[in-house]
């Protein structure tokens, strides 16, 4: 058995204490891509008007919006989203959800996704969340053994403490970011194994003339010791002039390498959604992203999706393709297509299949699929990934059980 040191005690003890709060998170996370999938249906109907391609995403707009919606004027395509949304919303309102723990392993980790980091050879986490009118709060506890790292680890990712004045929110954070309309794959320099500490602020701007409904963030981020840099500052414009449009342009701007490369760097990220559902209501979307880095002259990223979802006997689904193409030479996975589908049964239980596609000599074909259905008042996640790599197993497997009060 191993023993907790005396600061991770008090923490542990901090986490329990405040599982007994009152409210709910400021903000919707990247870890439940089908709630974000029931998100986007109804921005896409129209029912959410405000930007749904930044994560963590926060609720009060979102809330507000909601309240304001006749679910008996829905069709049962929008309907079956709606009532997932508003579930997780009151869930949280009434404290259910507040206060998570979870228990993960893996062989190796996969391709990462919304809601997947897969970055855990093994681990526990536990967390709670306290809201208050003017303040919200997050203490989450990370003790695990990592694919990337030599020893066990200690930290407070997904930690974070928020002053909100309404529509704008302070805070200092640890939480996983994704700043994209993809499912799979984004390109911005925030999706990033560990999250880097941050401190910043965000502010919605409702009906703003020609612009329409508008989200902005910007912060100051302290990088990992394994990072190339230091630290970097990074902002988002995110707008949706019309129903069917989201348009985003993201900025990063690196400091103080640490390593033999120039002082300073800098990223920009443009990307946009179209979806067709506001204009022949078909239940279709396209997305794009494209990426430069100032730092090589060579090096640009872009990425091209397309998703399409329905209901099929009160089961959601929601098929996905993307291609990337990485013109940087030493990315390994250089052009590469992805396809697959998220399904929610109406029983509760969820799965995703997606096949992977890279054209390299290291890897060519993934195939992903994961599975997540309650037990014992949890969900017990189990994934799959085959693999014709010469360089790591053919397969392998992971499992998780995370247990939200």
Request: a negative charge; aromatic letters at 14%; hydrophobic letters at 35%.
């Amino acid at each position: 058995m191993f023993k907790l040191n005396k600061n991770i005690s008090w923490y542990l003890l901090l986490s329990v204490c405040l599982s007994f709060s009152i409210k709910a998170s400021p903000w919707i996370g990247t870890d439940d891509v089908y709630l974000r999938s029931d998100l986007q249906i109804l921005a896409d109907a129209g029912l959410i008007t405000v930007p749904v391609n930044t994560f963590p995403l926060p609720w009060r707009a979102i809330s507000v919006q909601l309240k304001q919606t006749v679910s008996a004027d829905l069709s049962n395509y929008v309907n079956l989203a709606y009532r997932h949304v508003m579930y997780k919303l009151n869930a949280a309102k009434n404290n259910y959800g507040n206060s998570k723990l979870e228990i993960e392993a893996a062989q190796e980790s996969i391709p990462s996704s919304f809601g997947s980091n897969n970055d855990i050879e093994w681990g526990i986490t536990s967390s709670s969340e306290y809201d208050a009118p003017l303040f919200s709060i997050r203490a989450t506890a990370n003790y695990a053994k990592y694919h990337d790292k030599d020893t066990l680890q200690y930290n407070f990712d997904d930690s974070y403490f928020a002053v909100t004045t309404g529509k704008t929110n302070f805070f200092i954070d640890t939480q996983s970011q994704w700043w994209s309309p993809s499912w799979l794959q984004s390109l911005s320099a925030e999706q990033r194994v560990h999250p880097s500490y941050e401190l910043g602020l965000e502010r919605t701007f409702i009906n703003i003339p020609v612009l329409g409904d508008a989200y902005f963030k910007t912060g100051i981020n302290k990088l990992r010791s394994s990072d190339d840099w230091e630290y970097y500052w990074r902002s988002r414009l995110a707008l949706k002039p019309f129903k069917s449009l989201e348009l985003s342009i993201s900025h990063f701007d690196f400091k103080n390498a640490q390593y033999d490369v120039e002082d300073d760097a800098q990223e920009l990220s443009v990307d946009g959604r179209l979806s067709l559902f506001p204009l022949i209501e078909l239940p279709l979307g396209f997305y794009a992203q494209y990426m430069i880095d100032d730092s090589e002259s060579d090096y640009n990223d872009s990425l091209l999706g397309s998703d399409y979802s329905f209901v099929a006997k009160n089961t959601q689904i929601r098929v996905i393709f993307e291609y990337s193409d990485t013109d940087n030479d030493t990315d390994e996975y250089g052009h590469r297509y992805s396809i697959g589908s998220y399904v929610q049964m109406k029983n509760d239980h969820q799965w995703q299949i997606f096949l992977h596609h890279h054209d390299t000599d290291i890897l060519k074909n993934q195939l992903v699929g994961a599975y997540r259905f309650l037990v014992y008042k949890g969900m017990l996640s189990l994934s799959l990934l085959l693999s014709d790599s010469d360089q790591s197993d053919k397969i392998n497997t992971g499992i998780s059980w995370e247990l939200r009060f």
